[in-house]
């Protein structure tokens, strides 16, 4: 682990390279953990700079009727919900999936915080910090409420039938598929499922993440599958993953087959707005062009927001 950046404002020049993009992955109030803003400032701010939209998440509750009501407030951004598939939703549930894809949800992530691979980060450990997730999941175990591991392979190592189930929610209603904080083999093995279920969307949550750590020629074979890889920032500004091996990973896969998220909403990050611009600068330091970053920044994120519908 490398230590957390300093971080700079972003430039002019890279926040006029982002103008018109999603970012797609934001944690933002109202939600159940403590956050940097709230989702009505943060559209606000994203007019101002010319932003046009985010997707809202939460690891415990759904936001698709959230995200209808930023819309609403502030004409012009548009904020899109989505669902999370942890135990506060039931889980690998199909029908939590219907509802939210008939409310208005983009994304469907699959489990984050009670993910099985996800399981010994919650742990405390002497001299250890816990993130604020685990803090919360600590706390719902101290409560008594059951959190077993969520898992989404059988014991051979094929799909379940309840997670096939969602992919087939997911493909009916042209959703983007995300996955989570699953592990190495759970996602060859959901990605290649999906495909078989006709999902089009499809997203390899942030690949470079200690608990994710997909090689470079995994990530070289979910592109050609046809996923899109999530290049995070707040991962890199904490110290988790490093800027050099973010650049040689989209050298690796090529931009086209990656996008830029920020995950930011932390309350001791960057701000949320200045996320994507802050990236741009970076990468544009490290060589990639103007082109390749708007490619990451703007053209992937907006096909994937709207479903090519730009």
Same mark, same amino acid.
């Given at each position: ?10 430039s002019a020049?890279?926040?006029e ?13 109202p ?15 994203y007019?101002?700079?010319g932003?046009? *939209?985010?997707v809202?998440?939460s @690891? ?5 009727e959230?995200? $209808? #009501?930023?819309? /609403? +407030?502030?004409? =012009?951004?548009?904020?899109? *919900?989505?669902?999370?598939?942890? @135990? ?7 029908v $939590? #999936?219907e509802? /939210? +894809?008939?409310? =208005? ?17 919650a742990e405390?450990?002497?001299?250890r910090?816990l ?16 959190l077993p591991?969520?898992?989404?392979l059988n014991?051979d190592g ?5 997670l096939?189930q ?8 042209g ?19 999906a495909?078989?279920?006709?999902v089009?969307h499809?997203?390899?949550t ?14 070289q ?5 046809g ?6 920032l ?13 650049f040689e ?11 830029l ?8 990050n960057p701000?949320?707005?200045d996320g994507?611009?802050?990236f ?13 970053v ?9 096909r994937?927001?709207t479903?090519?519908?730009?």
């Amino acid at each position: 682990m490398s230590e957390p950046t300093p971080i700079p404002s972003p430039s002019a020049g890279a926040r006029e390279l982002v103008r018109g993009a999603y970012d797609l992955h934001v944690h933002i109030e109202p939600d159940v953990i403590r956050r940097r803003i709230s989702d009505l400032e943060l559209a606000r701010r994203y007019s101002e700079l010319g932003l046009r *939209g985010f997707v809202l998440k939460s @690891h415990y509750t759904p936001t698709a009727e959230r995200a $209808a #009501v930023v819309r /609403a +407030a502030v004409p =012009g951004v548009e904020a899109l *919900g989505a669902i999370v598939l942890n @135990h506060a939703v039931g889980g690998l549930n199909p029908v $939590a #999936v219907e509802i /939210a +894809a008939r409310g =208005g949800a983009r994304i469907v992530w699959l489990p984050t915080v009670d993910a099985a691979n996800e399981a010994h980060e919650a742990e405390p450990k002497p001299g250890r910090k816990l993130p604020l997730w685990a803090q919360l999941q600590l706390e719902l175990r101290e409560a008594g409420l059951p959190l077993p591991p969520i898992e989404v392979l059988n014991p051979d190592g094929t799909v379940r039938p309840a997670l096939r189930q969602v992919l087939q929610v997911i493909a009916r209603h042209g959703l983007v598929l995300a996955t989570g904080h699953l592990g190495r083999d759970e996602i060859m093995a959901v990605v290649q499922a999906a495909r078989e279920e006709g999902v089009q969307h499809i997203v390899i949550t942030h690949p470079d993440y200690p608990t994710q750590n997909l090689s470079f020629e995994d990530q070289q074979a979910l592109a050609r599958q046809g996923a899109y890889l999530e290049r995070c920032l707040a991962p890199i500004v904490s110290g988790k993953v490093s800027w050099e091996h973010t650049f040689e990973a989209i050298r690796a896969t090529g931009p086209a087959h990656s996008f830029l998220s920020t995950d930011l909403g932390q309350p001791q990050n960057p701000p949320v707005e200045d996320g994507l611009a802050l990236f741009a600068d970076r990468l544009l330091e490290a060589g990639f062009s103007e082109e390749e970053v708007r490619v990451m920044a703007v053209t992937n994120t907006v096909r994937l927001a709207t479903g090519g519908r730009a």
